[in-house]
């Protein structure tokens, strides 16, 4: 799993790339916001800002303070039974959100996302549609189908989040992780690889 | 549906029992406020907050803005087949959120709910405690599994409102109500209903 402050640098510079990314995500939103325009911004060299943060994946979750690359952990989902994605993602999901280091730091990441309209469109536009979207597209649906069970597994799993680390919904909030994944890998299933009415896809 | 500000009152003592309530319902949750200590905060009579706010929980949803009672509109989801609880559960939570004068307010509510713990647990002991458990006790499943089945209900709710109307994932966000009852009341309906692994039961 990927760290945040990985690569070392001059303090200076590599605070103001952060500066101006957090800028330039927040205005133009993880896909309009270029590594040149971040560069430009903080005054240096687009050399630079890949020679510090590497891709603009990795320069957004530098940004948000992410404490690992969710896009590092698909291969693993996607790694067995396809009538079983649904579970490992859930599983995994748990387990990411579960850990003690990096579960607070979720939850803080979260609340800012949810509370101002710019970090819920960096949620939308980086979990949603780098992560999930990957997941939904190699567990081989047609590819119309690929928004629309995307955005439903999207709903489940920010309900699963945010009703057990968030607001704590008992028992869900203390339930060991195999029961959750036995309750809720169904649902997730179904939304990737079910029967839908499919009437709004896109 | 109750609307705020109903009860007209002096406009001070008004609002010091809100501002009284405030702080009770942060402090100690709503069910651990009660009137008889908003009403000492606030330096009036119990009998005086009852006037002007007749019941706790109109109180309380006085002190958050909500713009409906969700109690109150419990009756006509449980009325009808019982198969069919998770489709109206799910098509009145879409017209609630979906009016455009309520939508945006709710949409406020639950950003600051999810943004401070004080506001996570109202979020918790009232939507979850006081509205969804009375459908999921109503839906006629055995006591000991009435809290799980009630957290997953709203685990799906809370990630349909936030991913449909605050992160406003596509097609989710734009898709009509019908296709969304269609795709999501399956889900709420096992989680209410369906067979499940109720090894934390509580």
Redesign the interface.
Known sequence: MARTGRRKGSPDTRESILDAAREAFGARGFDGASIRTIAARAGVDPALVHHYFGTKEQLFLDTVGAPVNPAELVPSILDGEREAIGERLVRLFLNVWGDPVNGPRLVAI??T???HDWS?RM??EFV?SQVLRRVVTTAGVPPEEV??R???V???????G???Y???????????TE??V???G??VQ??LTGQ??L????
């Not at 999207?154 to 699963?160: H, N, R, T, V």
Request: aromatic share 2%; net charge positive; charged share 15%.
């Open positions: 979260v609340r996302a949810i509370a819920a949620l939308r949603v928004p629309v995307t955005a439903l999207a709903s489940q799993m920010i309900g699963l945010i009703g057990r968030v607001v704590k919904i008992e028992p869900l909030a203390s339930a060991d029961t959750v036995a309750m809720v169904p649902t179904r939304y839908l009415p009437s709004c896809r896109t």
